[in-house]
T-cell receptor, first 113, second 114 residues
Framework: AQSVTQLDSHVSVSEGTPVLLRCNYSSSYSPSLFWYVQHPNKGLQLLLKYTSAATLVKGINGFEAEFKKSETSFHLTKPSAHMSDAAEYFCVLASYNFNKFYFGSGTKLNVKP | GAGVSQSPSNKVTEKGKDVELRCDPISGHTALYWYRQRLGQGLEFLIYFQGNSAPDKSGLPSDRFSAERTGESVSTLTIQRTQQEDSAVYLC????????????FGPGTRLTVL
């Protein structure tokens, strides 16, 4: 079965410190994985995607994620948090034919001044 | 248009009434998706359209839910005899082609069933 688990429902960091949002997946096929961000009262926006190319993926706003097959993980990181990063982040797994997308339950990132 | 649009942005209805939610995808996007997002939860897949056909309806929660799409444009999601548990934000997304991997999301319709 296909599923995504986001290990933390809330993460709080101080501005300027690193961000780590954790995501594990379960998939019976070679996965395609995404991270989306949802700012308050705004639509979902794609941050980055992994579709079986390089395992370290760089996205917008300084975010990146590393695909680790051995750990079935796709954690999202950023070296230095900014206040504008405060939002909810969703890890997403695509079905093999991209007909369906499985969303994690989301991680709310709080950035303290 | 520039992005995916949805209407209405907010809908309050009484239990038992029918509602219709509309999605206008980005022009030229052949794939269209509907999701439901309950308060404090992730997105729940409802249905996928490829053109005006729906090869995957597995996410529709009950027979009170239906959706249709006209050509490769507007889609409507209809909920009949609404229940309080239908209260959620309903999101629509489109992508460029079958198997297109990047979805562009609309702002959603917030449905409240009293």
């Amino acid at each position: 079965a296909q599923s995504v688990t986001q290990l933390d429902s809330h993460v709080s960091v101080s501005e300027g410190t690193p961000v780590l949002l954790r995501c594990n997946y379960s998939s019976s096929y070679s996965p395609s994985l995404f991270w989306y961000v949802q700012h308050p009262n705004k639509g979902l926006q794609l941050l980055l995607k992994y579709t079986s190319a390089a395992t370290l993926v760089k996205g917008i706003n300084g975010f990146e994620a590393e695909f680790k097959k051995s750990e079935t993980s796709f954690h999202l990181t950023k070296p230095s948090a900014h206040m504008s990063d405060a939002a909810e982040y969703f890890c997403v797994l695509a079905s093999y034919n991209f007909n369906k997308f499985y969303f994690g339950s989301g991680t709310k990132l709080n950035v303290k001044p | 248009g520039a992005g995916v649009s949805q209407s209405p942005s907010n809908k309050v209805t009484e239990k038992g009434k029918d509602v219709e939610l509309r999605c206008d995808p980005i022009s030229g996007h052949t794939a269209l998706y509907w999701y439901r997002q309950r308060l404090g939860q992730g997105l729940e897949f409802l249905i996928y359209f490829q053109g005006n056909s729906a090869p995957d309806k597995s996410g529709l929660p009950s027979d009170r839910f239906s959706a249709e799409r006209t050509g490769e444009s507007v889609s409507t999601l209809t909920i009949q005899r609404t229940q309080q548990e239908d209260s959620a934000v309903y999101l629509c997304a489109s992508s460029t082609r079958p198997g297109g991997d990047t979805q562009y999301f609309g702002p959603g319709t917030r449905l409240t069933v009293l």
